[in-house]
């Protein structure tokens, strides 16, 4: 089980406890969430993230490009992961982002299953308290 907001509330927390806890503060961050779980006892498989942005893509290569590009360039300050969910893109998307990105993990399918379906399959993988697109 991954050290997440939902893994720590399955281990007896509730949404309530935590934002007691946390004493509002908002956006939860990576640092706060592991401290309430050194302190409540709770074990998590590895280190927890500020944010997921999960990315799901069809074909547009070079937008694909552009958009991790200023995700990591303008990204400062958090810890963060970004899924990018290849939809079975005949345009070579997935391999441009494994050589140019290897920090991203790289989802692919190998038939189409569009945006909700890929979503869905990102979101069960993230790892990060909050997430991008929030859904």
Not at 37 to 61: F, H, M, Q, S
Not at 72 to 89: L, Q
Request: net charge negative; with cysteine; charged share 20%.
């Amino acid at each position: 089980m991954r050290c997440s907001r939902d893994a720590l509330e399955s281990r007896g927390g509730n949404s309530a406890n935590f934002r007691h806890a946390l004493r509002g503060l908002w956006p939860y961050n990576a640092k706060v969430w592991t401290q309430l779980a050194d302190v409540r006892g709770w074990e998590c498989d590895g280190p927890l993230l500020d944010l997921t942005i999960i990315v799901t893509n069809y074909k547009p290569r070079d937008l694909l490009q552009s958009c991790l590009e200023s995700v990591y360039h303008y990204t400062e300050g958090i810890s963060f992961e970004v899924i990018c969910i290849d939809d079975a893109s005949p345009d070579g998307s997935a391999d441009m982002v494994a050589e140019q990105f290897p920090q991203v993990i790289v989802i692919r399918n190998s038939e189409r299953q569009l945006y909700a379906r890929n979503h869905n399959v990102g979101n069960a993988n993230r790892a990060g308290a909050l997430r991008l697109p929030p859904g």
